[in-house]
């Protein structure tokens, strides 16, 4: 392609777009099409010739578009958001033009540099020990996996990445029955064994249960078993949970056990020195791992890790074959031994713009907004009858349940399953479930970036609006039944 033909169509993706993000609201937040649709409309093999760009354009308009769900919708209130903003996509947009690789500090040293000034800024943001060091990793899950590395390779004292973990004690990783899957894959990939995660009960709260963790470490230090990690969640993903870090670092002080934090999600809210109380017990914390490309603006993929002593992790997953060996790059931390990849995208820039274009001020401001609203909304619910919430707010998350009066237990659990299929077929909010004791309940998220507080009312009143017509429906049928009866 040649160069004013690239700008041309870089001018019309740019405004394709400016076009997209300013007419979400008009379309369904999920995605309508079938399984297997996408893929019945895509030809069975790859072109012989080049196609024009204005054909793939259209064809990306036609056939992908309809599959895709939108997470930068307002009414976006599923899962956790992953939520990106403008600034955030421009920097993603010269992140793909630079095309810059950053295996070493010498691929690119404004990618090495950067990348370490934004752990710095963002450390500091959240509250965090200034002696943390970190860098960006692609997701939570490899935050994760790193943290497990660096624990193993405590609990070994360095030897398992030496020599294997054959012939060694088995290793346990403790965490709470509401962590993250992300905790049980690392440690199948980190050679620990999924059997070997031991999932503490919870309270009330869903937050993991300190005297419980004791006991688990007592009873496997008496089976020959070694204690390798305990990661405690600020932020669980059911239910936003949070465990107590301060009893959780006191045990882990006293038992000499490495200790993780998975803040994915709420990581963010530790902007807001009003929450830092989730920190208490920071002191004892050896990682801290949080998703920006969650909850702080900032296009997927971006999460970041933060380790007291991340030269421990540095020097266990090292290997430098010649075409590594770089002689500048010794004066500057390699991020290539801090996690899995070798080739690293530049993931700081678009943290850069993000922090530069808002100021610690707005992201704040933006943060907070979306807890008081998540608040508001919890008010309006207690307010509707035949809705129950049984789980926060907790951040920007809160869990209901729909319980139209005279139903049982388990009759709750279908109304409450129906309402979700309905919400989600109906294409102006999306909603996604998880379960609390076993049962069934629907999970409000809030956090897209251009989430107003009249679009959280759009989303609820979309959920009653569904509840009342399923009402209505089930007295139908309920008369349909007894006119049956009788006749
Ligand atoms: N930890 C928590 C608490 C999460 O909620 C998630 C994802 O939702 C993860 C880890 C995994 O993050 P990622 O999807 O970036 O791998």
């Known amino acids: 392609m040649k160069t004013e033909e690239f700008r041309e169509h870089a001018h019309s993706v740019s405004n394709w777009m400016a076009d997209y993000l300013a007419t979400i609201e008009s379309r369904p937040v999920r995605a309508r099409t079938h399984p ?146 992300s905790i049980e894959k690392a440690a199948k990939l980190a050679g620990i064994g999924g059997a070997m995660v031991r999932k503490i009960a919870t309270d009330s709260d869903q937050a993991m249960r300190p005297d419980l963790l004791r006991a688990a470490i007592a009873s496997d230090r008496a089976a020959g078993i070694v204690p390798c990690a305990i990661v405690s969640c600020i932020g669980a993903t059911g239910l936003g949970s949070v465990d107590p870090l301060a009893a959780i670092g006191q045990i882990a002080a006293r038992e000499s056990i490495y200790l993780h934090v998975d803040a994915a999600w709420a990581g963010a809210a530790m902007l807001l020195p009003e929450q830092r109380h989730h920190l208490i017990g920071i002191d004892h914390v050896d990682s801290f791992a949080f998703n920006p490309h969650k909850w702080l603006f900032t296009n997927f993929d971006c999460s970041v890790l933060w380790l007291r002593d991340p030269e421990a992790l540095a020097h266990a997953l090292s290997v430098n074959p010649a075409y590594l060996l770089s002689p500048e790059g010794a004066a500057m931390p390699e991020y290539r031994d801090w996690g899995v990849p070798l080739a690293r995208r530049f993931r700081s820039l678009k943290l850069w713009f993000v922090m530069r274009s808002y100021g610690a001020d707005r992201l704040r401001q933006m943060i907070q907004q979306h807890i008081d609203w998540t608040n508001r909304l919890a008010e309006m619910i207690r307010a509707t009858p035949d809705f129950e919430i049984v789980a926060g707010p907790r951040f920007a998350l809160l869990a209901f349940r729909f319980r139209p009066g005279g139903l049982d237990d388990a009759q709750v659990d279908v109304a409450t399953e129906h309402l979700l299929q309905q919400i989600n077929a109906d294409g102006r909010t999306y909603l996604t479930r998880t379960l609390l004791d076993g049962r069934p309940v629907i999970r409000f998220s809030i956090g897209q970036t251009n989430t107003e507080w009249h679009h959280v009312q759009e989303g609820w009143e979309a959920v009653c609006d569904l509840a009342r017509r399923q009402r209505n429906d089930s007295g139908a049928a309920l008369a349909e039944q007894g006119q049956g009866d009788r006749s």
């Open 36 to 181: 297997g649709e996408i893929l019945a409309a895509l030809p069975r093999a790859a072109p012989e010739e080049g196609e024009a760009m204005t054909e793939i354009l259209a064809d990306f308009d036609r056939v992908i578009m309809p599959g895709i769900t939108h997470w930068q919708h307002p009414r976006f209130f599923a899962y956790f958001p992953a939520n990106s903003s403008p600034p955030s996509v421009l920097a993603e947009m010269l992140t793909a033009a630079v095309a810059a690789q950053g295996m070493l500090w010498e691929t690119s040293p404004a990618i090495n540099e950067l990348e370490t000034r934004m752990m710095e800024w963002l450390r500091d943001l959240l509250g965090l020990p200034a002696t943390f060091r970190g860098c960006i990793q692609d997701s939570g899950s490899s935050s994760n996996l790193a943290a497990l590395m660096a624990a193993r390779e405590r609990a070994t004292a360095g030897r398992a990445c030496r020599e294997g973990l054959a012939g060694h004690a088995p290793l346990a990783v403790y965490t709470s029955a509401e962590a993250h899957s």
